[in-house]
């Protein structure tokens, strides 16, 4: 809760749409994670059964979506790798397909749709994240870190439920803590942006003041030449 306010206040301060796609992340993802773990059913929809299995999957959809719409502002997608920008616009269509057919599909139906669609998601955003990174965008970094610390959390948890890795209190909440180490870096991802695009303005209103400059300096010597060669006519 004190990261989806603290965001929201960034948020009306900047004016900036990668802290209001994050901040509908961070509130889904908690939705999703809390509904998973049936404390979502435990504190506030008691007794409904559409939550406890369609419900997953509408929340888990709006996740991705808003996950898909992070990504893309974020790593500035649209200008710097079209492919994946047009990739992932795919894939928040296939999002609003999933989250209307969890309130009238058959639970079954649906989830059979959502598990490729959520590994193909997990997939294509830290490879995103990882070519802008390799392509010098520095808030990258952040990005990549974040996911690696959430898949290796769910990964982990999801070995512990198999029985494939010891049940440690550590193992069954892997998914938790690596959840909350990337929304941690995400955050600190989003002020390093900030601070990247202001770094990025002043360059440029640097090179371009150097620019006005030179462009002046070459005027007032032609118009000194000009006057020369009209005083000595």
Not at 132 to 156: D, E, L, T
Not at 180 to 196: C, H, K, T, V, W
Request: hydrophobic share 50%; aromatic share 18%; charged share 15%.
């Amino acid at each position: 809760i004190s990261m989806v306010l603290y965001n929201v206040f960034i948020f009306f301060f900047t004016k900036s749409p990668s802290y209001f796609y994050y901040v509908f992340y961070v509130i889904f993802f908690g939705l999703f994670l809390g509904g998973r773990k049936g404390l979502t059913q435990k504190y506030f929809f008691t007794d409904n059964v559409w939550l406890s299995n369609s419900g997953l999957l509408f929340f888990g959809a709006m996740l991705s979506i808003f996950l898909c719409l992070f990504t893309i502002e974020y790593l500035n997608l649209k200008k710097t790798t079209k492919w994946i920008h047009r990739f992932l616009l795919g894939g928040i269509v296939l999002g609003l397909i999933i989250a209307v057919f969890s309130f009238f599909t058959p639970y079954k139906a649906t989830v059979k749709l959502f598990l490729p669609y959520t590994l193909l998601i997990a997939v294509i955003v830290p490879i995103a994240g990882a070519y802008s990174m390799a392509k010098g965008y520095r808030p990258a970094k952040y990005f990549v870190f974040a996911y690696f610390f959430m898949i290796i959390g769910a990964v982990i948890s999801n070995l512990t439920m198999s029985d494939v890795l010891p049940i440690y209190p550590l193992f069954k909440e892997a998914i938790i803590i690596g959840g909350s180490l990337e929304l941690i870096l995400l955050s600190m991802g989003l002020a390093d942006r900030f601070n990247y695009q202001q770094e990025q303005a002043f360059i440029k209103e640097k090179t371009l003041t150097g620019q006005l400059e030179s462009m002046k300096n070459e005027l007032e010597e032609k118009v000194i030449e000009r006057t020369q060669e009209l005083t000595k006519i």
